[in-house]
C-alpha cells in the first residue's frame, strides 16, 4: 500500500504570492489533517478536513485554508505569502473508521518544504 | 490550552546504551492519549509508541517503553539497544479524548544522535 504522498516536495515562492500544495492519502483513509513545521514555533494543527469537511481548526489566519475531495485527496492553500509562511508543511492520513474520536494512527507524508522570499 | 515541554533540546548515546527522554505536559483532562513521534531526516514523523491515559501500565514497543507518570504529567521515552537508525528528531505530543484525534499537540522536539 502506498503511504501519504505530498507534492511538490520543495516550492520556492515570493512575498504576496500565493501556493496550493496537494496531499494523496492512503487508500482508504478517510481523515486528512496537516501541521506546519517551523524552527521557531514547531509543529503546530493547521486543519482537519473528513468526508471533504473540515472538523478541526487550529489558530492560523484566514490566509490559510484548504479543502478535501471525494476521492480523499486533500489540498491547502496560502495566499498572500510572507516570509514567516516558510516552513515544513506536513499532511498525516488516517482511517477515522469510528468517527471523530478515536485513537487511530496518524500516518504522515514526507511534508513540503515552502521557501517565501 | 494545553502544553508540551522537552526540556532536552539535544541528546547523544553510544550505540548498545540506554538513553532516556523526557517530556512533560499540562492540561486540565483527566482522559487524553500521549504519544512520542520519530523525525528522521526524511522528514517523515514515524509513531513510535502511543499510551493512553486511563491504562496505569507503561507502554511498550519492542526496545522502545514509557514512564508514564499521571499525577506529574510526566511522559518520558526510554530507548534500550540504541541503535544508529533511532537517530532522529523525537517529538512528544498530546491530544484530548473528547476532541479528534487528529490535533496533536507537540513539544519542541529533542534530537537523539546515536554515536558508533
Known amino acids: 500500500k502506498a503511504g501519504v504522498t505530498q507534492t511538490p516536495r520543495y516550492l520556492i515562492k515570493t512575498r504576496g504570492q500565493q501556493v496550493t500544495l496537494s496531499c494523496s492519502p492512503i487508500s482508504g483513509h478517510r481523515s486528512v489533517s496537516w501541521y506546519q513545521q517551523t524552527p521557531g514555533q514547531g509543529l503546530q494543527f493547521l486543519f482537519e478536513?473528513?468526508?471533504?469537511?473540515?472538523?478541526n481548526k487550529g489558530n492560523f489566519p484566514g490566509r490559510f485554508s484548504g479543502r478535501q475531495f471525494s476521492n480523499s485527496r486533500s489540498e491547502m492553500n496560502v495566499s498572500t505569502l510572507e516570509l514567516g509562511d516558510s516552513a515544513l508543511y506536513l499532511c498525516?492520513?488516517?482511517?477515522?473508521?469510528?468517527?471523530?474520536?478515536?485513537?487511530?494512527?496518524?500516518?504522515f507524508g514526507s511534508g513540503t518544504q515552502l521557501s517565501v522570499l | 490550552a494545553q502544553t508540551v515541554t522537552q526540556s532536552q533540546p539535544e541528546m547523544s548515546v553510544q550505540e548498545a546504551e540506554t538513553v532516556t527522554l523526557s517530556c512533560t505536559y499540562d492540561?486540565?483532562?483527566?482522559?487524553?492519549?500521549l504519544f512520542w513521534y520519530k523525525q528522521p531526516p526524511s522528514r517523515q514523523m514515524i509513531l513510535v509508541i502511543r499510551?493512553?491515559?486511563?491504562?496505569?501500565q507503561n507502554a511498550t514497543e519492542n526496545r522502545f517503553s514509557v514512564n508514564f507518570q499521571k499525577a506529574a504529567k510526566s511522559f518520558s521515552l526510554k530507548i534500550s539497544d540504541s541503535q544508529l537508525g533511532d537517530t532522529a528528531m523525537y517529538f512528544c505530543a498530546f491530544t484530548d479524548s473528547g476532541g479528534s484525534n487528529y490535533k496533536l499537540t507537540f513539544g519542541k522536539g529533542t534530537l537523539l544522535t546515536v554515536n558508533p
Open positions: 499510551q493512553e491515559a486511563y491504562k496505569q
Open positions: 478536513y473528513f468526508s471533504e469537511t473540515q472538523r
Open positions: 492540561t486540565s483532562e483527566s482522559n487524553y492519549y
Open positions: 498525516a492520513s488516517s482511517p477515522a473508521t469510528r468517527g471523530a474520536a478515536t485513537n487511530e494512527k496518524l500516518f
